[in-house]
């Protein structure tokens, strides 16, 4: 049998990431060519992605991150089946990789992302492949990315949540760190009052509507009680509204005027992993 050298492990490793035994066994079962091992080592991955296809794969990692002059951010979620493996180094290496290609190349969307290649090969391809070092499923389920003139990220520690808050000033970025930490911590559905979706308002209305209903109230004062309701939805729910965590005395409009007086949010996304 052919013995296997800790340099073709380690160059195999560096080619497919793969796990040091597996990297042992595509060598000894390719007697130590190296494009042979990376074929195995390919198609073991392919393999078990293919037979893990009906899998759920909930856990895994929500990551952002900003370029240096923090202009332009960007978040992905690298999914797998078990915490287990999200909390691995290597998974999470990956994932942050990943993450580097897609604020160095800013694709379009999640797909084009999926096409970008690393030495020939497409990010696509590579997230299959982590299926072999992981023995689980492994999926790439999400791209966001926002552009401002200051773009902050946060993660929640444990990264299953994550945000990017753009703002429209330079300013302090313990400022933007503090509304993204916001995001991440109320969730809100949009910056402000007018930025809620038409069919939310509606939906929110409605609800307002059946609970004076079902609480007995006269019909000529529903659409006033339905209307109390919405400003609360719009306390609770829109960032800008909502009460600052850190200091309940004033809403987020609040602080960042604090901080100058034209400051404010132009765009936000948040993911969970728990929805």
Known sequence: MYQVSATDVSKLRKIT???MMDCKKALEEANG???????IVRKRG??????RVDREASEGVVLSKVIPDTTRGAMIVLN????????????TGFAYKVL??????NPADLEALKQIKIDGRTVGELVIE??????EKVDLSAYEKIEAAMVTPYIHPGNKISTLVGLNIKVDMQ??????????AMSPVAIDKDDVSAKMLEQELEIGREQARKEGKPEDMIEKIAQGKLNKFYKESTLLNQEFVKDNKMTIRD????IHKDLTVTSFKRISLKG
């Open 33 to 39: 060519n190296i494009e042979e091992a990376v074929q």
């Open 175 to 184: 400022a933007g760190k503090d509304v993204a930490m916001q995001i991440a």
């Open 100 to 105: 580097d290609i897609a604020l160095e190349q």
């Open 80 to 91: 797998c089946e078990t915490d287990f493996v999200a909390k691995n180094e290597l998974f």
């Open 17 to 19: 990431g793969a796990g």
């Open 255 to 258: 602080y960042l005027k604090s």
């Open 130 to 135: 982590q299926s072999a070092n992981t023995g």
């Open 46 to 51: 392919l393999a078990i992605a293919n037979k």
